[in-house]
């Protein structure tokens, strides 16, 4: 499966953004997630949401972001609201909280005035 990540940009605080990641593969089975890497920092699980939909949250982002997903279209979306500097990164879908497939491009998400 590979892993296709878009939607992503320069947004000013307070913006909102909505990410998509689709495969190319069935995700039906697999719990996914979104993952951030904030410039000079580790990749980190922000969201996941889980085949039963389940979803959790990174508690820096719970409350402006949610995760969704479209099993019927192998796409998983990120809604972020409220944006601020900090969310700042790259932003990259996989399965959750392993990942297993082959990580995509990402997608650039810059916040700032």
């Known amino acids: 499966v590979q892993l296709v990540e878009s939607g992503g940009g320069l947004v000013q605080p307070g913006g909102s953004l909505r990410l998509s990641c689709v495969a190319s593969?069935?995700?039906?089975?697999?719990?996914m997630g979104w993952y951030r890497e904030a410039p000079g920092q580790a990749r980190e699980l922000i969201a996941r949401?889980?085949?039963?939909?389940?979803?959790t949250y990174l508690d820096s982002v719970k409350g402006r972001f949610a995760i969704d997903r479209d099993n019927a279209k192998n796409t998983v979306y990120l809604q972020m609201n409220s944006l601020k500097p900090e969310d700042t990164g790259v932003y990259y879908c996989?399965?959750?909280?392993?990942?297993?497939?082959?990580w995509g491009q990402g997608t650039q998400v810059t916040v700032s005035a």
């Open positions: 593969g069935s995700i039906v089975d697999y719990n």
């Open positions: 949401r889980t085949t039963a939909g389940i979803t």
């Open positions: 996989n399965s959750a909280p392993r990942s297993v497939f082959s």
